[in-house]
């Protein structure tokens, strides 16, 4: 469990990571539905968010996802006894910034997402983007859901609390709707 639980977010700071993943799922969804991000591609970056928040039931989902697509073994290293792709001395751009993203609580710099864009253009940047905002979302839920259920099966996670726990679980309910209802007024999605 040591590396699990190792964030725990508020409900401003919750709110704003769906409002964010909300903007940016139509980038994503395009982007999966032309292919111009593959499965495994997505599973790479979801695994690199998911590793430095440690959402536990992310992580399970996605290393399952990640050994049904049969990532090559020389591109996989054990990481804690999870599969963890990408090699250090060959990630991806796409990678790296992912994980800066998730390190910087959903904060990126100008100079960054510029070499992301350059590398990959505009369109698979703000698809990678999409990615990355959508696991965010479903790390913090998964967080706090994952220690609710540790907390009722009588292992509560260290420095989470029940009421933020409970609050942050049920919140997605009002927080989704509320997003993009907020974007459609705003003409933004």
């Known amino acids: ?15 704003h990571i769906i409002d964010k993943a909300v903007f940016s799922k139509k980038d994503f969804d395009k982007a999966m539905k032309t292919k111009l991000i593959d499965e495994e591609f ?15 039931i ?12 049969a990532i ?6 054990i990481f804690n006894s999870e599969v963890f792709t990408m ?5 991806e751009l796409a990678i790296e910034f992912a994980e800066n993203y998730a390190l910087e609580n959903g904060n990126y710099s100008e100079e960054k997402w510029n070499e ?23 790390n913090a839920h998964g967080i706090a859901a994952g220690a609710l259920i540790r907390r009722m099966k009588f292992k509560p996670v260290k420095n989470s609390t029940f009421l933020n726990e ?3 679980t049920l919140s997605v309910i009002v927080f989704v709707p509320t997003a993009i209802i907020k974007r459609k007024v705003l003409g933004i999605i």
């Open 166 to 168: 409970l609050a942050l």
């Open 42 to 56: 997505k599973t790479r970056i979801m695994l690199a968010v998911t590793e430095i928040n440690g959402c536990e």
């Open 116 to 138: 992301l864009i350059d590398y990959y253009g505009e369109e698979k940047s703000n698809a990678i983007l999409g990615a990355i905002r959508l696991i965010m979302m479903g």
């Open 87 to 91: 090699s250090s001395s060959k990630k």
């Open 72 to 77: 090559k073994k020389e591109n996989t290293q």
């Open 58 to 69: 992310c992580n399970n989902y996605h290393t399952k996802e990640a050994r049904e697509l």
């Open 1 to 15: 469990m040591s590396n699990f639980y190792k964030k725990n977010y508020s409900l401003k700071e919750f709110y």
